[in-house]
């Protein structure tokens, strides 16, 4: 699971062209929008693009989201359950 959060914050670092954003500086439970890294609605779009192209998951629910995307932790405890790829 440490695999796969990694993977995660790499990849949402890549995605969302955080430059000024380490993977260190990510805590597996740091809110992601907000006060933790402060993600808005546009980044939540680019998270479930990358759910679905990286891992074969389709959110139907664009509320089923927010639950997700609380924490990289939650994150890939979902990804762990779901993912088809």
Do not use: C, H, W
Not at 17 to 42: A, R
Not at 66 to 76: D, L, N, R, T
């Amino acid at each position: 699971m440490a695999e796969l959060r990694e993977e995660l914050k790499e990849k949402i670092i890549e995605q969302l062209s955080l430059e000024d954003v380490e993977v260190s500086e990510i805590g597996d439970d740091d809110s992601l929008f907000g006060d933790g890294l402060g993600l808005d609605s546009i980044d939540a779009l680019e998270l479930i693009v990358l759910l679905e192209k990286d891992y074969g998951i389709k959110l139907k629910d664009p509320k089923e989201g927010k639950a997700i995307f609380e924490s990289i932790g939650v994150m890939a405890d979902y990804i762990a359950k779901n993912r088809t790829k």
